[in-house]
Nanobody, 124 residues
Framework: VQLQASGGGLVQAGGSLRLSCAAS????????MGWFRQAPGKEREFVPA????????DYADSVKGRFTISRDNAKNTVYLQMNSLKPEDTAVYYC??????????????????WGQGTQVTVSS
């Protein structure tokens, strides 16, 4: 499985961005997906995750109510809609996948495949 993240950029505080993560292969609908982020000097942290079917999702407390994860299994793509962005959201954002059905995975060590990351910078 190869993952290609895109959609990052520079935005002012309060603005919005939508990240996309396109996956290769024909079994995307069998993979749980997640987004993580890593700021300079900090550990990689969980953002949101979604089950293989898209029926369940979980969010880090820091992004609840601002970020929305979704997926389109027909397009092999998972999305992260980010609204009301804050400077502390600045980080490299990574998408990840794991071959599990029916679960939402929030730990980075639970994922097998990672995208290359896309930079999100929020200016104050």
């Amino acid at each position: 499985v190869q993952l290609q993240a895109s959609g990052g950029g520079l935005v002012q505080a309060g603005g919005s961005l939508r990240l996309s993560c396109a996956a290769s292969g024909r079994t995307f609908s069998s993979y749980a997906m997640g987004w993580f982020r890593q700021a300079p000097g900090k550990e990689r942290e969980f953002v949101p995750a979604i089950s293989a079917s898209g029926g369940s999702a979980d969010y880090a407390d820091s992004v609840k109510g601002r970020f929305t994860i979704s997926r389109d299994n027909a397009k092999n793509t998972v999305y992260l809609q980010m609204n009301s962005l804050k400077p502390e959201d600045t980080a490299v954002y990574y998408c990840a996948s794991a071959p599990f059905l029916g679960v939402v995975l929030t730990g980075h060590n639970e994922y097998d495949y990672w995208g290359q990351g896309t930079q999100v910078t929020v200016s104050s």
